[in-house]
């Protein structure tokens, strides 16, 4: 059966997302804020909730009506048949948001609709289902914008930026959806080198090699929401894991390198790699920005995190973004370099124009994911002549 589905993502990264279900050949793609609907059957749901990369949530819309005050929202959900999607005996979780001036309370608007339906069983079978936050058999989003009250149910369970393979941090990682659509943005496609010179607990340097090899995102993943559902197809979910699964590389031609200067980033970075077994894939190195090289004569891509001086400290913040830009000038000519910071002020003194600059959130920092690109310097008499265009000011539209 064809239905609706509403792809959750974070804030920048819709194209991205669009793009991916394009890829995935799904029907009917229209991009909303921070989401994206698409037409599809069940075999494209389980393609969406295991292969897209920029996902949080997979989400099926089954009713909308307006609410003007509790009685309205309580008396709304119980229009909808919920035996049709849980036994009195399987659990019950709500996710609710609410916007606007008649419900200003999300966790209110979610226990109201949790009252909603455990009556709506009571009253059929005088038993009531139990709510169980963290594996139920049924999750529940509702959102509230004004008096308008969508619901839909939820297909992927725990958010799909878990990945699993993340058993260790250092401070301040980057979320793996947001990591996987910075790549994605970068137009990177694992034909040429990739470098992260400050990759912290790996994320950068992980979704890459997944993108390289073409790893599914949730490979270590254990389940889903959908797998609790009553109409589960098990061999269904056979087929699509087995399909995806078959296309996996399991070694590449390009180097894809994760460094960092401390050797705590190095071993997290390596352990999270162990655990999404893609360790023959990351080259991964304690070292200093400032004395990393890229690997090899074939340009490539670098994306990295620095420290904003938000969360992570650093003592001056614009000679230290000033020597990313010099290092990036001196020593990797032809690549395309990526930044993303809060920073803004830092990211001037990086001294280069970007080519682009995108808004992302890192969390709830707004951040400026910007491009500069190294010209491929030309060696005249035996000197390395930079073609990098300095920037004279940089400062425009930031
Ligand atoms: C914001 S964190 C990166 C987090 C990473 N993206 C992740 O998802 O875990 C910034 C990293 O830059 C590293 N760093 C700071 N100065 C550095 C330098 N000069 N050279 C290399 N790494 C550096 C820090 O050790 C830290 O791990």
Redesign the pocket.
């Known amino acids: 059966m064809i239905q609706t589905y509403i792809v959750k993502t974070a804030a920048g990264l819709e194209s991205v997302l669009a793009n991916e279900l394009k890829d995935l050949g799904a029907a009917g793609i229209r991009e909303l804020k921070r989401a994206v609907a698409f037409d599809g059957d069940t075999r494209m749901m389980y393609r969406a909730n295991y292969e897209l990369r920029t996902a949080l949530r997979v989400l099926i819309p089954i009713h909308s009506f307006s609410a003007y005050n509790e009685r309205d929202l309580y008396e709304g959900v119980r229009e909808v048949d919920w035996s049709k999607y849980m036994t009195v005996k399987g659990t019950l979780a709500i996710d609710s948001i609410a916007h606007g001036d008649v419900f200003r309370h999300s966790h209110y608007v979610g226990l109201l609709t949790k009252d909603a339906i455990v009556d709506q069983f009571r009253d059929r079978t005088q038993r009531r289902p139990d709510v169980n936050i963290a594996a139920p058999t049924l999750r529940v989003n509702v959102h509230v914008q004004g008096t308008r009250v969508e619901l839909a149910i939820d297909a992927s369970g725990e958010s799909l930026h878990r990945r699993n393979y993340r058993r260790d941090?250092?401070?301040?990682?980057?979320s793996e959806v947001l990591?996987a659509g910075m790549i994605l943005l970068s137009g990177w496609h694992g034909q040429e080198p990739f470098v992260d010179?400050?990759?912290?607990?790996?994320?950068?340097a992980i979704e890459a090699a997944m993108m390289a090899t073409g790893m599914p995102p949730q490979h270590k993943r254990e389940g889903f929401g959908f797998f609790r559902w009553p109409d589960f197809d098990k061999k269904l979910w056979a087929e699509v894991k087995g399909e995806a699964d078959d296309k996996i590389k399991q070694s590449l031609d390009i180097q894809i390198i994760a460094?960092?200067?401390?050797g705590r980033?190095r071993n997290s970075t390596t352990l999270n790699l162990l655990t999404a077994e893609l360790e023959k894939v990351v080259h991964v190195e304690k070292m200093?920005?400032?004395k990393a090289l890229p690997p090899g004569d074939v340009p490539g891509t670098l994306i990295t995190?620095?420290?904003y001086d938000e969360r992570?400290k650093v003592e001056d913040i614009s000679a230290f973004y000033k020597g990313i830009g010099d290092r990036f000038k001196k020593c990797w000519p032809g690549w395309n370099a990526w930044l993303i910071s809060s920073n803004r002020d830092a990211l001037k003194h990086v001294g280069l124009r970007p080519s682009r600059r995108i808004t992302l959130f890192n969390g709830a920092l707004e951040c400026s994911f910007q491009k500069f690109e190294m010209y491929e310097g030309k060696k005249f008499d035996g000197k390395l002549v930079e073609g990098v265009e300095e920037a004279d000011k940089v400062d425009e539209g930031l």
């Open positions: 941090t250092v401070e301040a990682p980057l990591a010179p400050m990759c912290g607990s790996g994320t950068l460094s960092d200067i401390e980033a200093a920005f400032e995190n620095p420290p992570l």
